[in-house]
């Protein structure tokens, strides 16, 4: 008997062990669930003051914007009075654009004669470059010339003084 009753008893050990050991298992997952849950409890109480918070600065908002479109209503007021005595202004001022633009158009034309003159001088501007162009041609043209004749005359000179230089040894 001993044999058996000692395996039941091991069994049942064992058995209790293993509900010891499920029990322990599930209360550790309970309690990570007690702490996702209470964490989560946490989070949304501190998003419930924020929002508490963020509504008593939205009605501070609200009522300074009230505050601000009263102020505006009045300005609209009287900046409606203003453009009227503007808009008097604006048509006195239409009279003297009229004289402007005619005026301008005077301006216009005065300047487009003297761009035409403009372009009368630049042409015969032109024509005095290209003459004087021609003539800075036949200058160097002609200083040319004179150096070559300078040259061939200097070369003469030479030849004449060697020459000369070699007659009175010839009659010595």
């Avoid at 309970?30 to 998003?47: G, I, P």
């Avoid at 239409?94 to 216009?108: C, D």
Wanted: with cysteine; net charge negative; aromatic share 6%.
């Amino acid at each position: 008997m001993k044999n058996p009753l000692q395996t039941l008893l091991i069994g049942l050990a064992l058995g209790l062990c293993a509900l010891c050991a499920w029990q322990w298992h599930s209360q550790a997952l309970q309690h990570k669930q007690l702490s996702a849950l209470s964490q989560t409890n946490y989070d949304q109480e501190l998003a419930i003051q924020s929002y508490t918070n963020q509504l008593a600065t939205l009605d501070q908002q609200v009522a300074q914007l009230d505050a601000r479109l009263t102020e505006s209503q009045a300005v609209i007021q009287s900046n409606q009075l203003t453009l009227a005595g503007w808009q008097r202004e604006a048509a006195s001022f239409s009279n003297q654009v009229h004289q402007y633009q005619a005026a301008l158009a005077r301006a216009e034309t005065q300047i487009q004669q003297a761009n035409e003159i403009i372009r009368q001088q630049n042409t015969a501007l032109q024509d005095v470059v290209t003459q004087r162009d021609e003539f800075v041609a036949k200058l160097n043209a002609s200083i040319q010339e004179r150096n070559i004749l300078v040259t061939q005359y200097n070369d003469l000179v030479k030849r004449v003084q060697e020459l000369q230089g070699d007659q009175p040894d010839k009659k010595k």
